[in-house]
Nanobody, 115 residues
């Protein structure tokens, strides 16, 4: 079993920055992928960015050039640096941890971008 604890959400104005963190604990397998997804009411949960244990990254087109995903493997923590935030980035952001042993989700953290 893996537990995920997210932090860093909040209310910001357009153009501001935020950094989300997600710390994994429990039965951690070396080869894994960590990522961030987001969801707004009534819509499906969409990919924002992922990073695997080799450091390869993948981004949604809507966040390329503005968001950066990174990880500290020693701390089993993944980060999402979000710059130039837009109102359309408003959503609940979920951390995801995928290994051959299972697929785990965090509880979600609200990000609201509004003037």
């Amino acid at each position: 079993q893996v537990q995920l604890v997210e932090s860093g959400g909040g209310l910001v104005q357009p153009g501001d920055s935020l950094r989300l963190s997600c710390a994994a604990s429990g039965r951690i397998f070396s080869f894994n992928t960590m990522g961030w997804y987001r969801q707004t009411p009534g819509k499906q949960r969409d990919l924002v960015a992922t990073i695997n244990s080799g450091g390869s990254t993948n981004y949604a087109d809507s966040v390329k050039g503005r968001f950066t995903i990174s990880r500290d493997s020693a701390k089993n923590t993944v980060y999402l640096q979000m710059n130039s935030l837009k109102p359309e980035d408003t959503a609940v952001y979920y951390c995801r941890f995928i290994t051959v042993l299972g697929d785990y989700w965090g509880q979600g953290t609200q990000v609201t971008v509004s003037s």
